[in-house]
């Protein structure tokens, strides 16, 4: 089933009525090798009965450590200070004995990956009665129906029989239902979730959300959700605080923070996250610089280094959080005059603002040409004697063609496809079934022709901690690919201090080890070394999702600019409809290993043809409480099937919204015929797979 | 954007920036120290004596140290100074040459293996499992029997016999290497299948690699020892730290400088080994905190 559904408003702020849960100058440090890390230093905040604080920031603001203070999961090397009152009992300093009896009861956690947080040798039935006869005096066949009510509020279809299939039998975002069943059974005044939704799919995150909401109002909770998605607390939380380098930076309602941010991170922050909707394409503006250490915290503002607007007095005080009037709180010495308007926190225009994101496509040669690309993996069972039980179609039929300086964004959820086409690609063997051609050649295998195509592809993958060799330090990073189509010593020492510049690094980094680098540092060193050979096609796997919101921006600005400078062609695999937005001038959407719409970005995002594609941009959360909660928003359900045995007709038919209103000739149509490309009328190049839009 | 000056370039080569950060580390030099000061002993300590190992001196049986025995002699008359010098020698170049070859082997076959895959994978562990089951202490003895204990044999005999259990471990954390994202980023810029075994394989086995070089040396000390304890090691007149030991492990209470000299020596070594061993993975190691302290600019 498939609903259009439009998010609730923010609640309007009760009268006064007593908190659930008081959060006062709470402070967590852990001992590590270099010193003391502050984790948290000194957070408060009250929740009041039913209403959702958002807590947001990036990694290492400490959210997720306050989330585990709060509820008592810290290691018992963490020093807790403060006080965390639930219902007026203050649970810091509290054994394991007696916060094990308020949480699952009075406190109830959503943690961000669902399979670790079940116990893989129980089914889920038994683990929902279990917890909730730990708080209840209940019988166990009571136990038992209560849990499968339970699975059926979160949405578990066939609750009855499903409760008693396995964590492993389930999907990622079943698993997730189950959890926040697990978290509501006992009723709890207080639910935690922590990042709910960051290791699921992007339509899945829109069903959660959902869930949630639900599980919210039957059990009429108080709700934390931490999270560093901008788009998902607009929509869901009623409050928000921001957090920075272990310090509540600011706090406000939903709509005034996004509104108007009084201090400057926060607008740093909302300038810099790409988004899927709205008119033209913005260029963003990266936050310079880098979160500080909190091993020795500075005096002053930590955010001061990276602050636009920093005064002097930022280096030397640092500011509390304090009221502004008509706006929530905020910790900054010049939120004052951000307030009223007489200070602009983004600061003066910077020299050499970024020219638009993307110009049009100048009219290169094509550098790749795929056409009917297909990949199978066979699907063996048994341990000794393999026997083949199936076959999984990875990928499908693909086609497209990228051309020199053009950007191609393959897009589509786990799953679909997108990272076994790439690697096909830099394979360069013969593929499976159809051709590839890299810069007029066609890729066969041969020995020869492999080295010389292999310095015209070269790739930057998602992790850049994991892409760099620890051992070696940057500039043998560098020159490895450089060695390896047999430059000499002084043409790599010539090479690199010229790569490093060109990524916007300083030479002098060419010394250090990868673990001396920052996240945003060690991506654009991936980046120079693909593009050392000077190569034709730049792949980008996934090139931004391991990095933080202020620090994508500068990456996707620089990657903006090498493309035009260099004439690159890229192809960018990514899940982030956002990202893609502004890296790519033509988007291809990916389900169960097939295109179903290619287009040029602004007409594929203004008017996506295809019913996944709108479903995929409707399911984004837009960072804007306003817009976000006015659009219609179409929550597609269920999940994208294993590709082991695809329908013969529309790979998409199970969970079109479409098909479920077409008539009967339509629909024997979608069930046996697989939709060719069919082109949209005015829309140069804009393409969809589909026989009912 | 600060361009920046040649004199300040870089460190090239890697060797030198791992020497630089092997040098900052005060320990491990004073392990190199102590190796060297072992290998002066074994090298030149004869010089300072008349006395050769060979040499019987029936004047002076089972006699403490004084000052013409300056380490006393043992049952035979032998000068345990003498011995020590010759022993030491014997022992460090087959305790080291044993414990550095069976490394380097089992790190080629290891990586290789795990590197390449498939059907060469499985044959090479066919081979190094059913190493493992024979038992090789007793082919040892054997094979080294029928040699008359020739000391270089010996080598060649406790390497073969020696390499399969560390290449097994090399191997099994070779595995997770090779499906790291660096090892994966390595072979789409088309680098060759040796030189990232050379290059990303091996030098992230590095501490692996030492701690099994030192211990190897600890190891070897100690089986060279027992063989030639059972008689089938270095053989008379030759003399080992391992036979010295044997001798004098029977009269610890009645002559103790008989098994203390060469038990000291043991110790030394086995302390430089380990000093040097914390020392080498230390500087290879770019996250650790000794190698890195103050080595950043």
């Known amino acids: ?693 | 954007m600060a361009t920046t000056p040649e004199t300040d370039a870089p460190a090239h080569r890697l060797s030198r920036l791992y020497l630089r950060r092997f040098l900052r580390n005060r320990l491990a030099v004073t392990g190199v120290a102590l190796l060297v000061l072992l290998v002066l002993f074994s090298v030149c300590g004869g010089l300072l004596t008349p006395y050769t190992y060979a040499d019987t001196d029936f004047t002076a049986l089972t006699r403490p140290p004084d000052a013409t025995h300056w380490f006393g002699t043992n049952q035979g008359g032998n000068d345990v100074y003498a011995s020590a010098v010759h022993g030491l020698r014997r022992s460090l170049v087959i305790a080291v040459s044993v414990s550095a070859l069976t490394v380097v082997v089992a790190a080629v076959i290891g990586t290789g293996a795990a590197y390449l895959g498939g059907r060469i994978e499985r044959m090479t562990l066919a081979v190094l499992h059913f190493l493992l089951v024979v038992p090789s202490f007793l082919i040892l003895a054997l094979v080294s029997h029928r040699l008359a204990g020739d000391w270089r044999v010996l080598i060649v005999v406790l390497t073969v016999f020696g390499w399969m259990s560390t290449a097994r471990v090399i191997w099994s954390v070779s595995t997770s290497l090779r499906e790291r994202d660096y090892v994966r980023a390595a072979e789409f810029m088309g680098v060759s299948a040796p030189r990232i075994v050379r290059r990303h394989l091996i030098p992230n086995l590095g501490s692996l690699l030492i701690v099994h070089l030192t211990l190897g040396v600890v190891a070897t000390v100690l089986s060279e020892t027992a063989l030639s304890f059972l008689g089938f090691g270095v053989q008379t007149p030759d003399v080992s730290l391992g036979t010295m030991l044997a001798d004098g492990a029977g009269t610890v209470t009645s002559a103790p400088w008989l098994f203390a000299f060469p038990a000291g020596l043991v110790v030394l070594l086995t302390v430089s080994m380990t000093l040097i061993g914390d020392g080498l993975r230390d500087a290879l190691d770019p996250t650790s905190v000794t190698g890195a302290a103050g080595g950043r600019r």
Request: include cysteine; charged fraction near 25%; proline fraction near 9%.
């Open chain 1, 1 to 693: 089933m498939t609903r259009t559904t439009t998010l609730p408003h923010p609640a309007p702020r009760p009268a006064a009525t007593t908190p659930v849960l008081s959060v006062r100058d709470l402070r967590i440090s852990f001992p590590s090798e270099a010193g003391t890390v502050e984790a948290v230093r000194g957070v408060s905040f009250d929740l009041l009965p039913g209403r959702t604080l958002g807590i947001v920031g990036e990694s290492g603001s400490g959210k997720s450590a306050t989330a585990m203070g709060v509820m008592g999961l810290l290691p018992p090397t963490a020093d807790v200070t403060g006080q965390v009152l639930l219902n007026g009992r203050d649970l810091v300093g509290l054994d394991d004995k007696a916060l094990s009896a308020v949480r699952g009861a009075d406190l109830g956690m959503i943690f961000q990956d669902p399979l670790s947080a079940l116990t893989p040798i129980f089914s889920v039935g038994r683990q929902l009665s279990d917890a909730l006869r730990v708080h209840q005096s209940l019988t166990k066949r009571a136990a038992w129906d209560r849990a499968v009510e339970l699975l059926d509020l979160v949405g578990i279809p066939d609750p009855r029989g499903r409760a008693r299939a396995f964590p492993h039998e389930f999907s990622g975002g079943m698993r997730q239902r189950v959890v926040i069943a697990l978290a509501i059974a006992n009723r709890p005044s207080v639910l935690i979730a922590d990042e709910p939704t960051t290791a699921l799919d992007v339509t899945v995150q829109a069903q959660i959300l959902d869930v949630l909401r639900v599980a919210r109002r039957e059990t009429g909770a108080a709700l934390v959700l931490i999270t560093h998605d901008l788009g998902v607390v607009a929509g869901h939380a009623d409050d928000i605080a921001v957090m920075y380098a272990g310090r509540t930076v600011e706090r406000a309602g939903v709509a005034e923070l996004f509104d108007r941010p009084v201090m400057p991170y926060t607008a740093g922050l909302l300038a810099a996250v790409p988004t899927v909707d709205g008119g033209e394409r913005r260029p963003l503006v990266p936050i310079g610089g880098e979160p500080p250490a909190l091993v020795d915290p500075p005096p002053g503002c930590a955010f001061a280094d990276r602050c636009r607007v920093a005064a002097d007095a930022c280096r030397t005080t640092d500011p509390a959080l304090r009221d502004i009037p008509g706006h929530g709180q905020a910790a900054c010495l010049r939120a004052g005059e951000i307030a009223d308007g007489t200070l602009d926190p983004a600061g003066p225009a910077p020299d050499g603002t970024p020219g638009p994101v993307t110009g049009p496509a100048a009219p290169g040669e094509v550098v790749l040409r795929v056409e009917d690309l297909v990949k199978t993996f066979p699907v063996t069972r048994g341990g000794v004697l393999k026997r083949r039980v199936g076959t999984v179609h990875a990928v499908n039929g693909v086609s497209f063609e990228l051309r020199a300086g053009e950007t191609l964004g393959l897009v589509g959820e786990s799953g679909s496809g997108k990272t076994t086409t790439l690697l096909e690609i830099l394979r360069l063997k013969r593929p499976e079934g159809g051709r590839i051609e890299i810069a007029g050649t066609e890729v066969a295998g041969a020995g020869a022709e492999v080295q010389k195509l292999r310095r015209e592809v070269q790739i930057v993958l998602q992790d850049p901690l994991g892409a760099l060799d620890p051992r070696l330090p940057v500039h043998h990073l560098l020159a490895e690919p450089l060695q390896a189509v047999g430059a000499d010593r002084a043409a790599v020492r010539a090479r690199v201090p010229e790569l490093l510049r060109l990524v916007g690094l300083d030479p002098a980094v060419s010394d250090r080890f990868p673990a001396a680098l920052s996240g945003g540092q060690r991506q654009r060193v991936g980046i120079a070394r693909a593009l050392a050979t000077e190569p034709k096609l730049l792949v980008l796997d996934e090139p931004l999702s391991a990095l933080d919101v202020s620090v994508q921006a500068g990456v996707i600005n620089l990657l903006a600019r090498l493309r035009r400078e260099l004439s690159l062609a890229t192809l960018v695999v990514a899940h982030d409809l956002g990202v893609v937005r502004h890296l790519a001038d033509r988007v291809a959407v990916m389900y169960l290993g097939q295109l179903v719409e290619t287009g040029p970005t602004e007409a594929l995002f203004a008017d996506p043809r295809h019913p996944y594609t709108r479903a995929l941009l409707s399911a984004v959360p837009v960072p804007d409480p306003v817009r976000e909660r006015a659009r219609e928003r179409l929550v597609l359900a269920g999940e994208q099937p294993g590709a082991t045995r695809p329908p013969e007709g529309c790979v998409f038919v199970d969970r079109c919204p479409l098909y479920r209103h077409a008539g009967a000739e339509l629909r024997r149509r979608c069930r046996t015929e697989r939709p060719a490309p069919t082109a949209v009328d005015g829309a140069p190049g804009h393409r969809h797979a589909c026989h009912a839009a």
